[in-house]
Nanobody
Framework: QVKLVESGGGLVQAGGSLRLSCTASGLTLRDASMGWFRQAPGKEREFVAHILASDGITHYVDSVEGRFTISADNAKNTVYLQMNSLKPEDTGVYYC?????????????????WGQGTQVTVSS
């Protein structure tokens, strides 16, 4: 059974940085495709970033390109999301998830296993 546990969220001022971690059990990360999503109050869950852990290929939503970096440490079975130059609009609960093979990487329904989420709040 796949279990994903996120950590690293918190309250930060605009322009600050946070690093989120997603530790996985029940899967071999180097064989997985992993994504980060976020959900603001009253809004749909939004794709943020994706990584193919076997070769490190990454994809980002346009709004975070150049500010966020997704990475994977296969030895630790952990995926990271380094977030720099944070903006108030980055506020939300951030989730990591494992994507089903062959499914679109930016669509939430493509992902079967989700963590419990970690809250990120960016103050202006």
């Amino acid at each position: 059974q796949v279990k994903l546990v996120e950590s690293g969220g918190g309250l930060v001022q605009a322009g600050g940085s946070l690093r989120l971690s997603c530790t996985a059990s029940g899967l071999t990360l180097r064989d997985a495709s992993m994504g980060w999503f976020r959900q603001a109050p009253g809004k749909e869950r939004e794709f943020v970033a994706h990584i193919l852990a076997s070769d490190g290929i990454t994809h980002y939503v346009d709004s975070v390109e150049g500010r966020f970096t997704i990475s994977a440490d296969n030895a630790k079975n952990t995926v990271y999301l380094q977030m720099n130059s944070l903006k108030p609009e980055d506020t939300g609960v951030y989730y990591c998830a494992k994507r089903r093979s062959g499914f679109a990487l930016s669509v939430a329904s493509s992902y079967l296993s989700w963590g419990q989420g970690t809250q990120v709040t960016v103050s202006s």
